[in-house]
Nanobody, 113 residues
Framework: QVQLVESGGGLVQAGGSLRLSCAAT????????LAWYRQAPGKQRDLVAA???????TYADSMKGRFTISRDNAENMVYLQMNSLKSEDTAVYYC???????WGQGTQVTVSS
């Protein structure tokens, strides 16, 4: 059974940085593609970034150059480094095993302007 636990969210001023973490269990971590999504109030859940099992990455256009997704296969962790945060980045952030319907509880990121 896949379990995902996100952490690292919080309140930050515009222009600041946060690093989100996600611990995954119940999978052969190194074989899986992983992703971060976010959902703002009243909006759909959107893809932020994804990383393949060999470390290739892709980002939503608005995150390119500001966000970095990474993974640590030894620790079964996936990370999202977020820099130059904007108020429109405010959302609940979720990690996901690509192809899985399992979601964690998410972590709230609030960016004050």
């Amino acid at each position: 059974q896949v379990q995902l636990v996100e952490s690292g969210g919080g309140l930050v001023q515009a222009g600041g940085s946060l690093r989100l973490s996600c611990a995954a269990t119940g999978i052969i971590f190194r074989h899986n593609f992983l992703a971060w999504y976010r959902q703002a109030p009243g909006k759909q859940r959107d893809l932020v970034a994804a990383i393949t099992n060999v470390g290739a990455t892709t980002y939503a256009d608005s995150m390119k150059g500001r966000f970095t997704i990474s993974r640590d296969n030894a620790e079964n962790m996936v990370y999202l480094q977020m820099n130059s945060l904007k108020s429109e980045d405010t959302a609940v952030y979720y990690c996901n095993v690509v192809g899985s319907k399992t979601w964690g509880q998410g972590t709230q990121v609030t960016v004050s302007s």
